[in-house]
């Protein structure tokens, strides 16, 4: 099976990242149709991008470099659950997408967003245009959470409605038809 990193892109204190990560993570692995691996940036610690070396030699310096190439390069499609900061991408995700090239290419990429009227959806329409310059493919299914402190009950646990279990389910079918097809593009990579 293809394996699908569902990425948690904020590191705040207080986020809702992870609580949305997990209710997602849940609906994929039911999807059936991935191995699926969370990956939360907070873990991954990735500093404001420290190496000396562009990223398309790949020649990593740094011992967190080498774990976070390892776990998007062993990927072959990726979600997102990714908030809007400021109208934008959030920093720790950019960084991390920043950090790495060859990695990244060929494929396809999702994205949960949240946020309160937005939805974070003007961050996710500027996620796509970064990841289109890596050769990503950004599908144009998503699950678009409006006011996502409604969403998150006492204990902190996310409860998404039928509509964005729906979104999940169709961007879940896409991701994989697509990772399906990329694949020989992913095997002839250089990198």
Known sequence: MPRLNVIIASTRPGRSGPAVAEWFTKIAEKHGRFEVRLVDLAEIGLPLLDEPNHPSERNY??????????????????????PEYNYSINAALKNAIDYLYFEWQYKPVGIVSYGNTSA?????????QVVTTLKMVPVPECVAIHFIGQHIDGDGAF???????????????????VAEALEPLRAKAVG
């Open 61 to 82: 310096t740094k011992q967190h470099t080498k774990d976070w190439s390892a776990s998007v390069d062993a990927a072959d499609a990726f979600v997102f659950v990714a």
């Open 120 to 128: 974070g959806l003007r961050a996710a329409q500027m996620t796509k």
């Open 159 to 177: 409860t998404g409605t039928d509509a964005m279990s729906a979104s999940a389910e169709g961007m879940l079918d896409e991701l994989h038809s």
